[in-house]
């Protein structure tokens, strides 16, 4: 305790003192979307920091007012000195943007700022700086960008809090003591802390988007809880037999702790997994959730085992301590009576009906599977009625739907002024182009940019193609010796895409191999990981199944927050994968182990199936029913990729602890018998042994 207690904190001073925060900006290497975009901010730097506009709208005409020009250029000034504020653009600049009908005018705000240096100051100094506009008759002043979104953000910072009240509620009710259920929450709350100031610490080396920490938040928290609910459950089952605290923490750890390591390392291997992506942003996601998920691990077997100590006897009811000490049950003797031990044997004397109802309902909640859409989230999908939504829909109305999602075309070499000329031309008469500006040189570099506003809106696919043909069309002007690339918002969403088509393959077979190599050791079997294997990508197909049809959909998308159907963000499917493969190991692992650590006491297959199945249902059922909680709760933010990672994890979870592992598993394993363990004869000289239980 003495040593957790110095460890947490030494890092909480040092990741104080080091001040490390989110930093990353979305590429995608090797793509030409990034290799114009870097060519473009060589050429045409636009400052660094963080950019934000304000909308400003009234009446047609009223925007060109001398009293409405007047106030929006004093207050131009005034927002110009503002702390932080490293420029700012007007609208009635050379260049500034103001709707044709003169009722709408855009002011550019750029911040020397990281993501968490924004604090609600900067968003209340930019609120009163702009008010005098805001108190002109007939105005309306919305805001896009930063800070508007981070204070969006930064409102709904209670989905913790909310994830740990329900688990409080559903240890009381599954352990009926206070300790019972303070024990996992302390060590999976420490475990987290530690996790995510590693985390501050590593962002002063590394590159960490601003997402990293809520995503390992919801993983550190729902796994740490889990991974302890594992161990206290064990060591109270223990104790009931009539072990003393001290045989029963070796008996738990040794068990259950044993499980917990197997399936946190898979999880951590499933995360790290995402560096075949090949997309820096995506990678650093599954490196942080694996530094939360690394910690939930070190805290659940060693700081837990400390407070189990300290705890003793107490963390069983008064009339369940003491007890003498009995001798082990044998064969169907010791299957668990009450609802899960009747459950264990109606699975196990009637495995094929469970094993099809348990495909069908897979089947049935995998069928949107197929007709899902990546896409982007923008703040075309922020609630109604938010500053950012509300700009969002301005800009699109007064400047059209394209204005959201500008394509930049970069031309390298090329500084010819007249051949720039003819290539907005030749851009210009696309059908799917609603404008041009005029061509930027950069002559010194020989680099031409022409930015293009599309008609359509930014995810739709007349956008995606317009991208696609828009360097073709400006290479029959400039020749082949000119490199032309498409870059923007929307350009990068496609070659997102098609890093992450080319890629998943690849990735999906590299975590399944490496999980399956892991289970092989552990359990010294072929077929125990090869099924784990397909059941888990089948509890995943469900919940893709899921968020397709909340998202793309739009059932039930009213109850979360969401008002209008949003295709999928490109990267999640990926992130889900590596997410919920290694969580679906976790209930796999808990469970094989306690089936097979009854199988080699001697049980047959029927018997150690329908035991390892009554004594883990229930802790799991509770593991699973927090981890569900925990990851609801997030449903709360109006980050809709938050929503998406919430919704989706706790479907699967759901689906896996109960239609995967009171059902499929276990039928499974019935219907196989004894070729459960089969394993080559090479194997067995090559894998460790079995260790006595």
């Known amino acids: 305790m003495i040593l957790w207690i110095a460890l947490l904190g030494g890092v909480i001073s040092a990741a104080t003192l080091a001040g490390g925060h989110a930093n990353a900006t979305f590429t995608v290497p090797d793509t030409g979307a990034q290799t114009g975009a870097d060519i473009a901010n060589r050429a045409f730097p636009t400052g660094k920091g963080l950019s934000g506009q304000v909308v400003v709208e009234g009446a047609p005409g009223q925007i060109e007012q001398a009293d409405t020009k007047k106030v929006v250029e004093k207050t131009i000034k005034d927002l110009a000195t503002l702390p932080h504020m490293s420029a700012v653009k007007s609208p009635y600049d050379p260049g500034g943007e103001i709707s044709a009908d003169k009722s709408t005018a855009i002011i550019g705000l750029t911040y020397n700022l990281g993501v968490n240096d924004v604090t609600p100051l900067t968003w209340k100094h930019l609120q009163d700086a702009m008010q005098p506009v805001a108190d002109l008759p007939g105005i309306h002043v919305s805001y896009s960008g930063t800070p508007a979104a981070e204070e969006e953000a930064t409102s709904q910072d209670i989905s913790e809090g909310l994830g740990i009240l329900a688990a409080i509620i559903i240890l009381l009710v599954t352990f009926g003591t206070v300790l019972a259920m303070v024990s996992p929450l302390v060590s999976a709350i420490s475990g987290l802390v530690l996790g995510l100031m590693t985390i501050q610490l590593a962002a002063n080396v590394l590159s960490i988007s601003s997402i990293a920490p809520i995503l390992a938040t919801m993983i550190g928290l729902g796994v740490g809880i889990d991974y302890a609910v594992f161990i206290v459950n064990r060591q109270r089952e223990s104790l009931q037999e009539g072990m003393t605290v001290e045989e029963a923490i070796p008996q738990a750890l040794g068990s259950a702790g044993r499980a917990v390591l197997v399936a946190g390392l898979t999880v951590s291997i499933a995360l790290l997994g995402l560096v075949a992506a090949g997309i820096p942003t995506v990678t650093m996601l599954g490196v942080t959730a694996s530094i939360a998920v690394l910690t939930a691990i070190l805290s659940a077997l060693t700081l837990l085992p400390a407070i189990l100590a300290i705890v003793g006897q107490r963390i069983v009811r008064k009339r369940d301590r003491n007890l003498p000490r009995k001798a082990p049950a044998a064969g169907a003797d010791q299957v668990a009576t009450g609802v899960w031990g009747r459950w264990a044997r109606l699975v196990g004397s009637h495995p094929i009906p469970f094993l099809v109802l348990a495909v069908v309902i897979l089947a049935v909640l995998t069928i949107p599977l197929f007709s899902m859409q990546l896409g982007q989230v923008d703040a075309g999908s922020d609630p109604k009625g938010s500053p950012t939504r509300v700009a969002y829909d301005t800009l699109a109305a007064k400047f059209g739907p394209g204005f959201n999602g500008p394509i930049e075309v970069v031309l390298?070499?090329?500084?010819?002024?007249?051949?720039?000329?003819?290539?907005?031309?030749?851009?210009?008469?696309?059908?799917?182009?609603?404008?041009?500006?005029?061509?930027?040189?950069?002559?010194?570099?020989?680099?031409?940019?022409?930015?293009?506003?599309?008609?359509?809106?930014?995810?739709?696919?007349?956008?995606?193609?317009?991208?696609?043909?828009?360097?073709?069309?400006?290479?029959?002007?400039?020749?082949?010796?000119?490199?032309?690339?498409?870059?923007?918002?929307?350009?990068?969403?496609?070659?997102?895409?098609?890093?992450?088509?080319?890629?998943?393959?690849?990735?999906?077979?590299?975590?399944?191999?490496?999980?399956?190599?892991?289970?092989?050791?552990?359990?010294?079997?072929?077929?125990?990981?090869?099924?784990?294997?397909?059941?888990?990508?089948?509890?995943?197909?469900?919940?893709?199944?899921?968020?397709?049809?909340?998202?793309?959909?739009?059932?039930?998308?009213?109850?979360?927050?969401?008002?209008?159907?949003?295709?999928?963000?490109?990267?999640?499917?990926?992130?889900?994968?590596?997410?919920?493969?290694?969580?679906?190991?976790?209930?796999?692992?808990?469970?094989?182990?306690?089936?097979?650590?009854?199988?080699?006491?001697?049980?047959?297959?029927?018997?150690?199936?329908?035991?390892?199945?009554?004594?883990?249902?229930?802790?799991?059922?509770?593991?699973?029913?927090?981890?569900?909680?925990?990851?609801?709760?997030?449903?709360?933010?109006?980050?809709?990729?938050?929503?998406?990672?919430?919704?989706?994890?706790?479907?699967?979870?759901?689906?896996?602890?109960?239609?995967?592992?009171?059902?499929?598993?276990?039928?499974?394993?019935?219907?196989?018998?004894?070729?459960?363990?089969?394993?080559?004869?090479?194997?067995?000289?090559?894998?460790?042994?079995?260790?006595?239980?």
């Open 412 to 693: 390298d070499p090329y500084a010819d002024e007249a051949g720039a000329k003819k290539a907005a031309e030749r851009i210009a008469k696309d059908a799917g182009v609603a404008t041009v500006t005029p061509p930027m040189i950069n002559t010194k570099q020989k680099v031409t940019l022409i930015t293009v506003i599309p008609k359509s809106a930014p995810t739709d696919d007349a956008t995606q193609d317009l991208v696609t043909r828009l360097p073709k069309e400006v290479q029959e002007v400039t020749g082949p010796g000119v490199n032309v690339y498409a870059t923007g918002v929307t350009a990068g969403l496609l070659a997102l895409s098609d890093r992450i088509a080319s890629r998943l393959p690849f990735f999906i077979g590299a975590v399944i191999l490496l999980s399956f190599i892991l289970l092989l050791i552990e359990f010294r079997s072929i077929f125990v990981p090869l099924k784990a294997a397909v059941m888990n990508v089948l509890s995943i197909g469900a919940a893709y199944g899921v968020i397709v049809a909340v998202f793309e959909w739009g059932w039930g998308a009213r109850f979360i927050g969401v008002e209008e159907t949003v295709q999928i963000e490109s990267y999640v499917p990926m992130m889900m994968f590596a997410i919920l493969f290694g969580l679906s190991m976790d209930y796999e692992v808990f469970l094989i182990s306690r089936i097979r650590e009854e199988h080699l006491r001697g049980a047959k297959t029927l018997e150690s199936v329908e035991i390892g199945l009554s004594y883990t249902a229930r802790v799991i059922t509770a593991a699973a029913l927090i981890m569900i909680t925990v990851f609801l709760a997030f449903v709360l933010m109006d980050n809709v990729v938050v929503k998406m990672f919430g919704i989706g994890l706790a479907t699967a979870v759901l689906v896996d602890a109960t239609i995967v592992r009171l059902m499929l598993v276990p039928s499974t394993m019935v219907l196989l018998g004894e070729a459960n363990w089969w394993l080559p004869g090479f194997l067995k000289r090559i894998l460790p042994k079995d260790q006595p239980v």
